[in-house]
């Protein structure tokens, strides 16, 4: 991002809100994932006593689903409903033909432990963290997923974790005791019966210590900076086609509200908002996100909960707390037609208004499945319109025009480690293209793209796409 602030978080405020997000992406609770992380301590600790393998435990099963935005779009044409039909998954209701799908499409599990390992490298977790999440759908007898590796390469976190999900799960949708039987049932399967004896002996004591005692680890390491812009790179690897949103947004809105002459700290906070502000998208399948025309009635409303997920979510981390609320506000609108709260402009500050306009000009400048793109003159044209009907304030309208103006003026980030090509291949990969669609639009041949594209893999130590744009994002490669 070529703001010149910088959008800083914990470590631990970083793991609670990527984890927040695959909680929603696979159908659960929020909390979930803090659930199965204190669940996986104890039984890491009941197995080998205190130590750092606790908190190794601990971040596994923050960042279990880490990857699943990033193969949402493969869930949804392979189940139709990706938020649906990975909670009928976890929580043994799908139906046995597409559980047999799942098991067959080794690919979206590459993608997963990919970007899922990618997200743990850039946080500087260590090897053991890396190791465990790359592991994750592997199982005990072989016949895991994507490699069907053996049990000596599966390590310690990845089943602590698998076996502390399974029981938050299952004894959740169907009652501990189902639960306990399940488990048995899967011993030296899924995981070592030694270690599912273990947890079956602890269950219920372990879950009434959950309500009752407050969990997580006194670790001064979890306090240590990070950006928060990873949060909103994975935010937006659920839908191809939003690839860089976030920060697109986030540059608009910080600059808009420089010019309208808010102070630092509130352009930080504005910066954080728009980084975060579709943490709640994850909630939505992605079959909906990719129709074109209107929405029926009840899916309308699926899509306007979007920001009270964002909301609920980002409450639970003391951090995002100030930039939560004004995320929450991203899509209202000054003559209260917006969602979800339905505010009017007198419940509406400058940094809410800025905030709804930069994601209204983003949106309008971007391509959509069903649009292409509007030009400046265009976006300009329709954001100023909605204005004059009352949707939106019309100075700070003209402030986020001017400050995407002076976007394109400022220098691009430098680097060495791909060629220009690369990077503009990169670029229309991140936004979904096929290496056909790719050739025809910077118009060369599709063996020169596939050429490309090995290079660009190899420089990033990437396998897929989702990882590749990850890490491009990341290094300031594309935006």
């Known amino acids: ?125 260590g090897a053991a963290v890396e190791a465990g999440l790359c592991r994750i759908f592997e199982t005990f007898d072989g016949t895991g997923r994507p490699l069907g590796v053996s049990h000596v390469h599966i390590p310690d976190a990845a089943y602590q974790v698998v076996l502390a999900g399974d029981l938050d799960i299952l004894s959740r949708a169907h009652g501990l005791d189902t639960a306990l039987s399940w488990i048995n049932e899967q011993a030296d399967r899924r995981y070592p019966a030694a270690l599912a004896a273990l947890l079956v002996r602890n269950a219920k004591v372990w879950l009434a210590e959950l309500e009752t005692t407050p969990g997580g680890l006194d670790d001064t390491r979890l306090e240590r900076p990070v950006s928060l812009t990873l949060v909103g790179d994975v935010i937006d690897l659920k839908l191809p086609w939003l690839a860089g949103y976030s920060r697109q947004v986030a540059q608009i809105a910080v600059e808009a509200a420089r010019l309208w002459g808010l102070p630092e700290p509130d352009q930080t906070e504005i910066g954080k908002a728009a980084l975060i502000h579709g943490l709640g998208r994850a909630a939505v399948s992605n079959q909906l996100w990719n129709t074109a025309g209107p929405l029926p009635y009840g899916a309308t409303e699926r899509i306007h909960l979007v920001p009270y997920w964002t909301h609920k979510a980002s409450r639970q981390i003391t951090e995002l707390t100030i930039p939560g609320e004004i995320a929450a506000h991203a899509y209202e609108r000054l003559d209260g037609s917006g969602y979800f709260r339905g505010a009017s402009a007198d419940a509406q500050c400058a940094a809410f208004r800025l905030l709804a306009s930069a994601v209204a000009w983003v949106a309008l400048r971007s391509a959509r499945p069903w649009r292409p793109a509007h030009n400046e003159s265009e976006a300009a044209r329709l954001l100023k319109q909605d204005a004059s009907r009352g949707l939106f304030d019309a100075e700070i309208c003209a402030a986020v025009i001017a400050a995407a103006r002076g976007e394109r003026r400022l220098p691009q980030p430098k680097s060495t480690l791909l060629t220009t090509r690369e990077c503009s291949i990169l670029m229309e990969i991140s936004r979904g293209a096929s290496n056909k669609e790719v050739a025809r639009r910077l118009e060369i041949s599709p063996s020169t793209v596939r050429t490309h594209m090995e290079s660009i893999f190899r420089k990033l130590g990437c396998s897929t796409r989702a990882a590749a744009t990850l890490k491009g994002l990341t290094l300031g490669l594309i935006a």
């Not at 935005?69 to 046995?96: I, S």
Request: charged share 15%; proline share 2%.
């Open 1 to 125: 991002m070529d703001s010149a602030l910088r959008f800083d978080i914990s470590l631990s405020g970083a793991l609670g809100a990527i984890s927040q997000v695959g909680d929603l992406s696979m159908g659960q609770p929020l909390g979930h994932s803090q659930r199965v992380a204190r669940l996986a301590q104890m039984l890491a600790r009941a197995m080998h006593g205190e130590g750092e393998h606790l908190v190794t435990a601990q971040q596994v099963a923050l960042l279990r689903w880490s990857g699943c935005t990033a193969n949402a779009d493969g869930f949804a044409h392979l189940l139709g409903n990706d938020v649906d039909g990975r909670r009928a998954m976890l929580d043994q209701t799908l139906g046995a033909e597409q559980m047999n799908a799942v098991h067959q499409a080794a690919p979206l599990a590459v993608v997963h432990c990919e970007v899922s390992g990618q997200i743990a490298k850039t946080l500087e977790l």
